[in-house]
Nanobody, 119 residues
Framework: VQLQASGGGLVQAGGSLRLSCVLS??????????MGWFRQAPGKEREHVADITWNGGVTHYADFVKGRFTISRDKAKNTMYLQMNSLKPEDTAVYYC???????????WGQGTQVTVSS
């Protein structure tokens, strides 16, 4: 199973980006897994951004993205999204998609996608 993130790029402050994460391979049980996003900025520790339950019924957000970011998933496409609006320079980081048996056990990691927000 692979987690493939995409959609990062360079955007001006106040702009928007939508990240995608595709679950591929022998998805099987992973279709019932929770998924989420973490990020890591240069010189900083990795931090949780948002997560979503397997059926999309429950979402959690870090305080610093509440009201600006929206996580969603399309189970039929095995794809998770992160809509990021009102981006700030401090949102600059590598964003990683993750999956796991629950939102507190997101232990499968994909490669990251770089998001850069210019001031």
């Amino acid at each position: 199973v692979q987690l493939q993130a995409s959609g990062g790029g360079l955007v001006q402050a106040g702009g928007s980006l939508r990240l995608s994460c595709v679950l591929s391979g022998r998805t099987g049980t992973f279709s019932f897994y929770a998924m989420g996003w973490f990020r890591q900025a240069p010189g900083k520790e990795r931090e949780h951004v948002a997560d979503i339950t397997w059926n999309g019924g429950v979402t959690h957000y870090a305080d610093f993205v509440k009201g600006r970011f929206t996580i969603s998933r399309d189970k039929a496409k095995n794809t998770m999204y992160l809509q990021m609006n009102s981006l700030k320079p401090e949102d600059t980081a590598v964003y990683y998609c993750v999956a796991g048996p629950s939102t507190v056990r997101l232990n499968y990691w994909g490669q990251g996608t770089q998001v850069t927000v210019s001031s």
